[in-house]
């Protein structure tokens, strides 16, 4: 032993005081205690690959020191080194000690999503070795609804990295918080962290009711499905039977009804001035039609407010019109009138007779232009034709909203002005028009409702034709 140098520390070992600490004593060096100044303590974690070492060094009035720096539930190797002023002594033998496990520092982040409006996925990561600070043992997921402070708790296993919570009310916020376990106990759950599952998602489209009005018009009315998502708007679907489907109707979200006029009404070219209109008679077996009135008049008579009249008996369904002139575009459109009083007109049908092309005619429905023969309408005739979409709230008459005439009626064969500008105008609630149909007045089997922006479809066998006289209160025409 050389006699600048140390003999090193003896009898070194180690105690655990907590999660944090572990206490270090030693005996002094047998040769050239006296002439120690200083002993250096040097530590690292001892399992692992590439570990640091740490040193810390103190004054030679003691033998022992407390490590308080160390990782939970961590196994540490140590050993000490004494120091005269001419020389450092060997290494002492070298001691290893666990320290104790925590309740973990912090819990794991929640990420939260939902399947379904009745379910939320919890999901975290593992915690480090750090932020545990010893083995875990299990997690408890707590929940409640925003507005309940009733809380319930599920006890989870120490793998469990997920949790899907079922059962739950949908379109309702919830609060969920964690806390993880050691053996030594719980950590603190984390702060609430809120979700709210989602609305609903109905695959039923609302219920239709159909009801008659008269012989050429039926309203559709229907109400959103319970709990279902607010809609954005709607789709109308309607065809007669045996009929190919007409374009679908977009409606408003807050749309909840919609009346179908002029349905059933046919004009047919069958000569090059000669052109049939029918109709079918009211299926209405309390109503009696006495009389039908069938107004029809070119382009430019229209916009002059001139219409030429035709008058038919209840009996008939069908009337001719003659001495058309090939070349120009007209428009027709009918009512029927009972002793109370007249109906409601059929919404305008477009006849455009060609010479030498005998076809039938066109109806405008969803289109707001005309056959390139005649040129279209400026805009604002083209709107008065269609007119412009009305709330049910409206009582605007039809004959002054659709047609826009000043009064003038002028008979086919007599030629002559009319003076009662509403001869067959309705005092009922205004129909919308956002479209103009023609289709048959049976829609028993052929009328579907979808809600725009949801997936689903409405067959016609959930619609309902509702029994009895309607709660409105215009007059009862024949047509009304």
């Known amino acids: 032993m050389s006699e600048d140098r140390p003999s090193a520390p003896r009898n070194v070992h180690a105690e655990t005081i907590s999660s944090s600490a572990i206490l270090l004593a030693w005996d002094r060096p047998l040769y050239n205690a006296d002439k120690v100044i200083a002993y250096s303590i040097h530590y690292m974690k001892a399992e692992g690959l590439n570990n640091e070492e740490y040193q810390v060094v103190i004054g030679n009035d003691t033998t022992s020191y407390i490590i308080d720096d160390l990782e939970p539930a961590r196994n540490y190797s140590f050993y000490i080194v004494a120091y005269m002023p001419m020389g450092a002594s060997r290494m002492s033998d070298q001691v290893s000690q666990h320290t104790l496990e925590d309740v973990p520092l912090r819990t794991p982040e929640l990420t939260l999503t939902s399947h379904s409006s009745t379910d939320i996925q919890v999901t975290w990561q593992p915690l480090p070795a750090k932020i545990s600070r010893g083995r875990v043992l299990a997690y408890r997921l707590s929940y409640r609804t925003a507005i309940d402070d009733t809380v319930i708790n599920v006890e989870l296993s120490q793998n469990s990295t997920e949790h899907l919570l079922e059962g739950l009310q949908p379109d309702t916020i919830y609060l969920l918080r964690i806390a993880v376990a050691t053996r030594v106990g719980w950590c603190e759950p984390s702060a609430w962290t809120s979700h709210r599952t989602p609305k609903i998602f109905s695959n039923k489209a609302p219920v239709l009711q159909l009801e008659a009005l008269n012989c050429t018009s039926i309203r559709a009315r229907w109400q959103p499905s319970l709990n279902s998502v607010a809609a954005l708007g709607f789709r109308l679907c309607y065809h007669e039977e045996g009929q190919p489907e007409q374009p679908s109707i977009l409606l408003q979200a807050q749309t ?207 619609a309902s034709w509702p029994t009895g006289t309607s709660g409105d209160s215009h007059p009862q025409a024949a047509c009304s």
């Open 256 to 462: 909840y009804s919609y009346t179908f006029g002029g349905l059933g009404v046919r004009v047919t070219l069958i000569e090059d001035d000669t052109a049939l209109v029918s109709w079918r008679e009211s299926t209405e077996p309390n109503l009696v039609v006495t009389h039908y009135t069938i107004l029809y008049a070119t382009q430019q008579a229209w916009m002059a407010g001139r219409w030429q009249r035709i008058q038919r008996e209840g009996t008939h369904t069908m009337a001719l019109l003659e001495k058309l002139e090939p070349g120009n575009v007209y428009l027709v459109k009918i009512c029927a009138s009972n002793k109370v009083g007249d109906g409601p007109f059929s919404n305008i049908v477009e006849l455009a007779p060609m010479r030498g092309h005998v076809h039938r005619s066109k109806n405008p429905r969803h289109s707001d232009s005309f056959p390139d023969t005649a040129g279209p309408l400026p805009a604002s005739s083209r709107e008065i034709i269609y007119g412009p979409l009305h709330s049910e709230s409206s009582h605007s008459s039809e004959g002054s909203q659709e047609t826009g005439d000043s009064g003038h009626y002028s008979n086919e064969e007599s030629n002559e002005e009319m003076s009662n500008s509403s001869t067959c105008q309705s005092s009922r609630t205004t129909r919308l028009e956002s479209e103009n149909v023609t289709a048959g007045p049976n829609l028993k089997q052929a009328v579907k409702l979808e809600a725009e922006g949801m997936p689903f479809h409405h067959s016609a066998p959930e």
